[in-house]
């Protein structure tokens, strides 16, 4: 008999005893080199990046792409302070009124609002109309606005604004009002503490490239989608389809300006840096808002958009997906509604912090699932620069 094998008979053993213990040596430093990736990526800081902002001077009028722009308790400066109203007091919207899609605010300054039109906007049913400087109104008559059964106060900014947007939209008895430096209108406390002007419910609306993304496959061929549709205030990139859900909260510090640190550090006597949390309270559902062409003013003859997300989005579909919000889209009215993107409120200590297109900020993921954090690991073992799908 060969030398090797009267050694390993001579052990009073199976070979393979031998050949499994190799394996299970194998599996156990597999293992471990996997928990040791799981917690290296469970510890590591998350982050997400600001590709875009954007500012809504009127409530549902066209917005402004800001390269940086200051938060405020009330969300990005100049975002909806202004509103229209009709005879009854409420907020009117694209809902109501589609053509407010042409009306192109310049953002406020110390002289007031101009009011003007987009270029092409004299469209059958449209009064091409030449812009208007409107001088901001802060005292005077308090008119409160009715935004989603909140009563919110608001100050007339006078007969010329009112005679322009009743002659370009159509509509007798409109107003402009801007929200009164008194006002204080809350978010439901069900979702937290923070504050907002004229914003349907929330001050801010956050919303992630990788979910339009995926959302315009779900179209193709039918419609494409823009950030003009959605409407966001912030629009971030970093994350898979439609992780935002996920998230509990942007964490944002403003780094000291090189003139306030010494060696890295914050020279003494120096304030410290502001800093805000922005609180992911829930995804947002979507309305009929979203099947307006920005272009044309008209909406989708079979609401596309709309339909195609209350089929592939909605709460019936993510209840059985969604670990953060699972209560939130299991409540019956949620079943049929359509989500794409996330409402959020603002916290902060002080005043004066600055958001950048290409900041980087961190998020607390402590909410996230294991599948989240599996399809993260993979994604820097594999080497992938984009998100993997979400359908799981």
Same mark, same amino acid.
């Given at each position: 008999m060969p030398q090797?094998?009267?050694?390993?008979?001579?052990?009073?053993?199976?070979?393979?005893?031998?050949?499994?213990g190799i394996v299970a040596a194998a599996a156990a430093g597999g293992l471990s080199w996997w928990a040791?990736?799981?917690?290296?990526?469970?510890?590591?800081?998350?982050?997400?990046?600001?590709?875009?902002?954007?500012?809504?001077?009127?409530?549902?009028?066209? &917005?402004?792409? =800001?390269?940086?722009?200051? @938060?405020? /308790?009330?969300?990005?400066?100049?975002?909806? #302070?202004? !509103?229209? $109203?009709?005879?009854?007091?409420?907020?009117?919207?694209?809902?109501?009124?589609?053509?407010?899609?042409?009306?192109?605010?310049?953002?406020?300054?110390?002289?007031?609002?101009?009011?003007?039109?987009?270029?092409?906007?004299?469209?059958? &049913?449209?009064? =091409?109309?030449?812009?208007? @400087?409107? /001088?901001?109104?802060?005292?005077?008559?308090? #008119?409160? !606005?009715? $935004?989603?059964?909140?009563?919110?106060?608001?100050?007339?900014?006078?007969?010329?604004?009112?005679?322009?947007?009743?002659?370009?939209?159509?509509?007798?008895?409109?107003?402009?009002?801007?929200?009164?430096?008194?006002?204080?209108?809350?978010?439901?406390?069900?979702?937290?503490?923070?504050?907002?002007?004229?914003?349907?419910?929330?001050?801010?609306?956050?919303?992630?490239?990788?979910?339009?993304?995926?959302?315009?496959?779900?179209?193709?061929?039918?419609?494409?989608t823009t950030l003009a549709n959605w409407r966001p205030n912030i629009h971030i990139s970093g994350v898979g389809p439609w992780e935002e859900e996920e998230i509990r909260a942007l964490e944002i510090d403003a780094p000291h300006d090189s003139s306030s640190m010494t060696n890295g550090a914050a020279k003494p006597g120096t304030e410290a840096p502001a800093a805000a949390r922005l609180t992911l309270a829930k995804p947002c559902a979507r309305c009929i808002m979203t099947t307006v062409d920005p272009q044309t003013g008209q909406r989708q003859a079979e609401g596309t958009t709309l339909k195609t997300l209350r089929k592939v989005h909605s709460g019936a579909v993510l209840r059985a997906k969604a670990t953060l919000h699972k209560a939130f889209f299991a409540r019956e009215k949620s079943a049929s509604e359509g989500f794409f993107g996330v409402n959020a409120f603002v916290e902060m200590p002080k005043p004066g912090l600055i958001l950048k297109v290409g900041d980087t900020v961190e998020f607390n993921g402590e909410s996230w699932h294991w599948r989240h954090r599996f399809m993260f690991l993979m994604q820097q073992i594999l080497g992938k620069t984009r998100p993997m799908s979400s359908d799981w």
């Open positions: 090797d094998t009267l050694a390993v008979a001579g052990t009073g053993r199976s070979p393979w005893v031998w050949v499994w040791t990736l799981l917690l290296r990526q469970r510890n590591r800081p998350k982050t997400v990046r600001i590709e875009e902002l954007w500012v809504y001077p009127i409530k549902s009028c066209k &917005g402004h792409s =800001m390269k940086e722009v200051e @938060l405020t /308790k009330w969300g990005l400066k100049d975002d909806r #302070r202004y !509103v229209i $109203v009709g005879p009854e007091s409420k907020a009117l919207t694209q809902r109501e009124l589609p053509k407010m899609v042409f009306i192109h605010p310049a953002l406020p300054t110390e002289k007031g609002l101009l009011l003007q039109a987009l270029p092409g906007s004299d469209l059958p &049913g449209s009064k =091409m109309m030449a812009p208007v @400087l409107v /001088k901001q109104v802060t005292e005077g008559t308090v #008119r409160h !606005v009715n $935004v989603w059964g909140d009563q919110v106060a608001g100050i007339d900014q006078g007969d010329v604004a009112a005679s322009w947007l009743q002659s370009f939209l159509g509509k007798e008895g409109l107003r402009l009002l801007f929200v009164a430096p008194s006002s204080k209108r809350v978010v439901s406390p069900e979702f937290g503490v923070g504050e907002t002007a004229f914003a349907d419910l929330f001050p801010l609306l956050v919303s992630n490239q990788a979910s339009l993304d995926d959302f315009n496959t779900r179209v193709a061929g039918k419609v494409e």
